[in-house]
């Protein structure tokens, strides 16, 4: 089903909110880490940065300006490049989060598509190492896609399990979001679905239009299960994300170094299929984003901003 003029979409998820440095070296928690972190993943393949904001202190931060401060590090250091927010949250009022996507306007931002148990167990502990309730109602979603359509911020849609897939129809439906669709399956939370390829295949057949329609479908995997996603979806013709926000290691068990380490395996496996890493150019046609020259990002990029 692939060929190697099939272009493939890699996302860097350069951080996360969860982890910390005990846990990694590699996660950057300043402007200028998260710069390196994106030049070593941009340089390996990365097309788009996927974005969690963070004091320089290394905590979760959901203010403007610890976004702006990322973003325009990362644009200086590496020029053009997909921008892809978190919008994820539980307790942070959904104005607050949708503040930053108003100031900035990212070329996509995430927008979760269900309300879930969200966890993580330990056997060894007999234990939850934490969980949670990670509420996404419609009425959430409805205000994110009718925010998004006004900024004109391509929506990526995290669906956790086949479910959250279907829940796509209605906002189809009510032209709240339009096609091509960026559908991220993602796989492997505690609460969602479990992460194989025959629950990724079945997932992927569900996006509207299947598999293999014009709608753009990727897997994120979580832990060291991503491996064999990302091998099955780049064989299917999806799209692939990897960094330190998912999975701290190799195939081979070993730490990753940086994001660069990450996404240099999952393009040898894209690579290995018979694909290619999407240009970043590619990727703004695949997705339906065309690169902002002139407003708040163009500055940004310059250093002009506010």
């Not at 860097?12 to 390196?36: F, H, K, L, M, W």
């Not at 359509?149 to 897939?165: K, M, N, Q, S, T």
């Not at 990302?230 to 990897?242: D, H, P, Q």
């Not at 290619?276 to 997705?287: F, G, N, S």
Request: hydrophobic share 40%.
């Amino acid at each position: 089903m692939s060929r190697f003029e099939d272009a493939c979409i890699i996302t860097c998820a350069i951080s996360g909110v969860v982890a910390n440095r005990q846990q990694c070296p590699a996660i950057p928690y300043t402007p200028a880490e998260y710069a390196a972190e994106a030049r070593r993943a941009v340089d390996e393949g990365a097309a788009m940065i996927h974005i969690h904001a963070r004091r320089p202190d290394g905590t979760p931060s959901f203010e403007v300006e610890d976004f702006r401060a990322i973003t325009r590090a990362i644009l200086e250091e590496v020029g053009d490049v997909v921008i892809n927010y978190s919008t994820g949250a539980v307790g942070v009022p959904v104005d607050k989060r949708i503040a930053y996507l108003c100031e900035l306007r990212p070329d996509v931002a995430a927008l979760n598509m269900g309300s879930m148990n969200y966890a993580k167990y330990s056997p060894r502990r007999k234990d939850f190492v934490f969980k949670m309730v990670f509420e996404n109602s419609f009425d959430t979603i409805i205000e994110f896609c009718r925010a998004m359509r006004e900024l004109g911020i391509r929506p990526e849609h995290e669906c956790f399990d086949v479910g959250h897939v279907a829940s796509l129809e209605p906002l189809l439906d009510m032209g709240l979001v339009d096609e091509p669709l960026q559908v991220q399956c993602v796989m492997g939370v505690l609460g969602g679905i479990p992460a194989t390829p025959r629950h990724l295949r079945y997932m992927a057949d569900e996006v509207p239009g299947g598999a293999e329609s014009r709608n753009n479908w990727g897997v994120i995997g979580i832990s060291r299960d991503q491996w064999r996603l990302i091998a099955t979806a780049a064989a299917m013709g999806g799209n692939v994300r990897a960094g330190l926000e998912d999975n701290f290691y190799l195939p081979n068990g070993e730490m990753a170094r940086s994001n660069g380490d990450l996404i240099a395996e999952a393009r040898r496996i894209v690579e290995a299929v018979g694909r290619r890493p999407a240009t970043v150019a590619e990727a703004r046609e695949l997705l339906g984003v065309p690169r902002r020259e002139v407003g708040v990002f163009a500055e940004v990029a310059s250093g002009a901003g506010a």
